[in-house]
């Protein structure tokens, strides 16, 4: 049974984690998400009968096993991230945003690069505090790509909140136009706006 360990993480992140889980189901699977967090639980529990999910919840030592069967019927997946309340931290943004002029993550191996800027962008899902926007130019731009690696996290990191940018020159250049489907394509003067203006700027 596919196991989601979301142990240490807030919601919306152990929602989102459930949702995607259940929408990559088969009618009739079934799988477990692990949380230490009640809130997280309680919200889950929510989410699943709002959507006519059966599930069980087992508790051990202050950690919790919710197993999720996906139902025969279709069910519509509503918004997960409306079942958190504002206040929690990962509605919050913080005075920084990120760049990203690379889809690799250092120097070194082609490999290693993509698979540290990969966990980089999963990283960024579970922080307390978001950064204000994205920017991708360059080479970064390809992380936008229908085809990334990382495609969905940033669906989802922009589903809590976080604005993206994306070098429209650059994307044409890669002949990527349709093939980026989150964010905003962008010129580089409002990119050069959202840079002057934030308070710190963090390039991975």
């Not at 999910?53 to 019927?73: A, F, M, P």
């Not at 999963?122 to 994205?134: F, S, T």
């Amino acid at each position: 049974m596919r196991i989601i360990d979301t142990k240490g993480q807030q919601c919306p992140a152990p929602l989102i984690a459930t949702k995607r889980a259940l929408k990559g189901s088969d009618r009739g699977d079934s799988f477990e998400v692990i949380t230490d967090n009640k809130t997280a639980l309680d919200n889950i529990s929510r989410f699943l009968t709002d959507n006519k999910t059966t599930y069980s919840v087992t508790e051990k030592n202050g950690v919790w096993t919710i197993t999720v069967t996906k139902s025969d019927q279709d069910v519509t997946l509503t918004n997960a991230e409306v079942y958190c309340a504002p206040e929690i931290p990962h509605f919050s943004q913080g005075d920084f945003i990120i760049v990203f002029n690379s889809d690799k993550m250092g120097e070194g191996e082609e490999e290693l690069g993509r698979l540290l800027m990969t966990n980089f962008i999963k990283a960024i899902q579970d922080l307390d505090v978001l950064p204000g926007k994205m920017i991708f130019y360059n080479n970064g731009v390809k992380l936008g790509s229908l085809d990334s690696p990382v495609y969905e996290h940033l669906k989802e990191i922009e589903k809590m909140g976080v604005g993206m940018l994306f070098c429209a020159t650059c994307a044409k250049y890669y002949s990527l136009e349709e093939k980026i489907k989150v964010g905003t394509l962008s010129n580089m003067f409002e990119i050069a706006q959202v840079m002057a203006s934030a308070g710190n700027i963090i390039k991975p």
